[in-house]
Antibody
């Protein structure tokens, strides 16, 4: 069974860059799936950030597109999220998940990222 | 963006009773290939969302038969036929017809 695990700093300073990695086990990131990032904050519920295919094709939420980059590392079987110029509004639990062809069927446990000085 | 609206916000249910949850989308989720891209998730306390239902009514692997989905176009319903203690949590609908994927605001199910 596919398992996903998020990792990265739990605290980021305002105006800084949030960097998270999602390690995939029990399956290949080169499978016929897209790989997504989703976040959950008390004020905005569940928000889809974007997704990537192993060939590098990406789709982003237009509301975040100018500040977000999702990349894939096939050699490490993982994918990553970078969010720039963060503010307190970006404080949330960040999840990685496997998607398409089925919709977001496997999720990581999530990682809380707090934006604060 | 497609707006997903859930009702009710919360539901208090007697164990063994039925719990219906409604989800409405701001536009039809029917794709040209005949598939309707509407899914349901359950988020138990302290856990990530887990997929229950996709394409309106298809149960994901391991999901109990007491969970069923119905609807079409823009109106959808998740039914829990006989609520059990392990079913408490937040239920979300999600559309994956077009980007960005969007979720409903959630329905909290608790036991009486």
């Amino acid at each position: 069974q596919v398992q996903l695990e998020e990792s990265g700093p739990g605290l980021v300073k305002p105006s800084g860059t949030l960097s998270l990695t999602c390690a995939v086990s029990g399956g290949s990131i080169s499978s016929d799936n897209f790989w997504s990032w989703v976040r959950q904050s008390p004020g905005k519920g569940l928000e889809w950030i974007g997704e990537i295919y192993h060939r590098g094709d990406t789709h982003y939420n237009p509301s975040l597109k100018s500040r977000v980059t999702i990349s894939v590392d096939k050699s490490m079987n993982q994918f990553s999220l970078r969010m720039y110029s963060v503010t307190a509004a970006d404080t949330a639990v960040y999840y990685c998940a496997r998607g398409d062809p089925l919709p977001l069927d496997y999720w990581g446990q999530g990682i809380l990222v707090t934006v604060s000085s | 963006d497609i707006v997903m609206t859930q009702n009710p916000l919360s539901l208090s249910v007697t164990p063994g009773q039925m719990a219906p949850i409604s989800c409405k989308s701001s536009q039809s989720l029917l794709q040209r290939d005949g598939k309707t891209h509407l899914s349901w998730y359950l988020q138990k306390p302290g856990q990530p969302p887990q997929l229950l239902i996709y394409e309106i009514s298809k149960r994901f692997s391991g999901v109990p038969e007491r969970f069923s989905g119905s609807g079409s176009g823009t109106d959808f319903t998740l039914n829990i036929s006989r609520v059990e203690a392990e079913d408490v949590g937040l239920y979300y609908c999600m559309q994956s017809l077009q980007f960005p994927l969007t979720f409903g605001g959630g329905t909290k199910v608790e036991l009486k």
